[in-house]
């Protein structure tokens, strides 16, 4: 199972998210539940930089992916910046919905 966790800042906005697993829904090239968030997770991530323009730390390994906003970005950004990260979160969860074995979305 995968599990997705979104995270909040001190002032209760979001401010990245956790991918942790593997969905184990099919083998490896045809699992289309890793597809599906792995399609819009990267996308977060690339819009984060080239839409928002806001500095993210992003770690990535076999089953891991971390991003977390950097502090300090304008009022623009941030607006942007949690604008994507609401349309990822909507996007995962009705993953998560139509395949709750496979898909865990949490704060």
Do not use: W
């Not at 993210?56 to 991003?67: N, P, T």
């Amino acid at each position: 199972m995968t599990s997705v966790r979104f995270c909040r800042d001190s002032r209760g906005r979001l401010c990245g998210f956790t991918v942790l697993g593997h969905t184990g829904y099919a083998p490896e090239g045809e699992d289309i539940v890793c597809a599906g968030v792995s399609a819009l997770t990267q996308t977060a991530v690339n819009a984060l930089e080239t839409v928002a323009h806001a500095p993210a730390s992003v770690i990535v390994r076999s089953g891991f992916l971390s991003v977390r906003l950097h502090k300090g970005l304008s009022a623009r950004q941030q607006y942007a910046a949690r604008i994507i990260l609401r349309s990822v979160r909507q996007g995962l969860e009705g993953i998560a919905e139509a395949y709750p074995a496979h898909l865990k979305v949490s704060e």
